[in-house]
Structures are given as structure tokens and as C-alpha cells.
């Protein structure tokens, strides 16, 4: 797992232009996706702080807007050059003018709006109220691995209901959204069992996260088992599947669109910040940890190579780019 990184004790003179990876067309990540070394800094705006980035965490939205198969929000609207990434973790080193809770030297974690210039850079702009105060007990690495993976989980878990005491299955548990369902099931939501599947190499992880039930996916189809659930979370898009493991009267969410009925289907838009905040003690205390795949941190440099590797769907957790100069 990642180590804090230090903070400078003084902040440095603000340049007008940085490090960026960005796209001018969509196309293959491999392909389109440049260092740009002289992209103009982002100016915040009023509810705005600008960061530096000293990591950040990949997704799979990333490449795939990337690649042009999915836009979400009014991402239209932006124009080329684009520079892709959600999840941040930095330093504020410029408040907007009607920033309340933060101040210069704050170091914070949590998601840049997809209109904005994206956090693989050496610096970002990201609204108050989607970023928390980064918890101490975590470094950078470990915090950039949070936002969007933490905040789909709990989100979707909200929108099907889980109540105390209910059963859960997780599709897909080893990776960066499924890590972190199946400990906000058990220790948020006070699901009774939970259950997931991952690949035999993938087994023990899931067993140190909490899981009730491992289900060896590559031994074991889950919709034959003799147990049934009373929701089913689906981060693989298997949710035609999901519907043979579930009770009657129970529940599917899949965070894969389009999904097939009876399934739910959810999309994270940003909120308030709440979820950062809610979830805090849980992070604080140990009880919900980001989990970091063991290829992590990639180098700066390293981001396409990142976003090829998350693209083969054999990562572990997260995938975090750190440090970022």
C-alpha cells in the first residue's frame, strides 16, 4: 500500500503553463492520448480551488471517452485539447473567492467535473464541494484511489436499498468499485452475508476485505449455487446473470449500462460532496481501506501504459498515477 508523500513547506511561484496528458481527437488511448508540456494552467473560478496534483487515480470512463464510446454529463460541450481523469489527490495552491472550507496548503482528495481540465496533470481546478480534506492516516496514492470508485459503490448500494441484515452479492469484488462495495456493504450498509466473485489468485484479497462467501468464478458459475441473495451488485456486466442468483423480491444494480431488466442501472453523477464526508470515519478508522493494485503507483510518464493496463480488466483494485511532477 501507498505511503503518505510529503507536502512542500512553501509553495512555489505559480507557472502559466504545465505538464498535461491530453487528446485533440478520440481514438485509441495508445494513439491520441499526448504529453502536452506546455498546457496554460486552469484559472479557478469563484466555488473553484486549483491543486496540485501529486496523484491521481485511472478509470475506466477515461478511456473509454477517450475513445469516443461514451459521453457523459455535457462533456460535448468541451472542447479539444481534453485532459482526461476524475479522481485527485493534491495540494490547494489557489482558492476561488467564495471558497469557505478550504485555504492554501490544504491537502484534499476527491473528483474534478468532466468539464474541467482532468487531474492528469500538474494541476487541476475542482469544485468546493466535490472535494473533503484528505484523511490523515492516508497518503496521496492511497487517497486518489478513492473518490469515484467509494462514491459508485455507496451510491448504488443507496439506490437498491440495502438495509441491515440483508444478503449481497458482488460481481466482479477485485476491482476498483467491487473492492469498496463489498466493505461498504458489511460495514456501512450491515449487510449479514456478503458474497463476491473474483478469480482463484484474487481469492485471498477478498478474504482479508471481509467477504463472507469467495466464489471462484473460473470454478464456480454463482447463478448455480444453491444460495440466493437479496441484492445483487454487478460491476462486471453480468446482470442478465444476476437475475438466476437473485430472492424473489430481491434486487439488481449494475454500474455496466445498459444493463438487462430487473436490473438497476447507475451512473455516478458528482453530488455535494456528502458521501466523501459520510464515508470519512470509515476511512479514518482502517475499517473501509482503498486497495491499490500491486502494478501501482504508476510513474507520470506511465499514464498511457496505466490506462493499457486497466484496459485488459486484470487489475487489482485500483490504478494509480503517482507522483506527478
Known sequence: MATASTTPSSVPAMPSH?????????????????LNPNFPVPEPKSNQVLIKVVAAAINPIDYVK?????????????????VPGYDVAGVVVKVGSGVKKFKEGDEVYGM?????????????????NG??????????AEAAAIPLAI?????ALHKVGLSA???????GASGG???????????VFGASVVAATASTGKLELLKKLGVDMLIDYTKQNFEDLPEKFDVVYDAVGQSERASKAM???????????????????????PDDGTMLQKLRPYLESGKVVPVLDPKTPFPFSHTVEALSYLQTRRATGKVVIHPIP
Open 165 to 171: 441484515g440483508q444478503s449481497i452479492l458482488v460481481l
Open 151 to 155: 462514491q459508485t459503490a455507496y451510491g
Open 131 to 140: 472535494l473533503d480534506h484528505k484523511p490523515p492516516n492516508l497518503g496521496f
Open 66 to 82: 477517450i475513445e469516443g464510446r461514451m459521453v457523459y454529463e455535457d462533456a460535448e460541450q468541451v472542447p479539444f485539447p481534453i
Open 247 to 269: 430472492k424473489e423480491g430481491g434486487k439488481i444494480v449494475t454500474i455496466v449500462p445498459p444493463g438487462v431488466s430487473p436490473a438497476m442501472v447507475f451512473i455516478l453523477i
Open 18 to 34: 504545465m505538464k498535461a496528458w491530453a487528446y485533440t481527437e478520440h481514438g485509441k488511448t495508445t494513439t491520441v492520448l499526448k
Open 177 to 187: 468499485v467491487g473492492s469498496f462495495v463489498v466493505q461498504v456493504a458489511k460495514h
Open 112 to 128: 474534478v467535473e468532466a468539464k474541467d481540465v482532468g487531474s492528469l496533470a500538474e494541476y487541476t481546478t475542482a469544485q468546493e
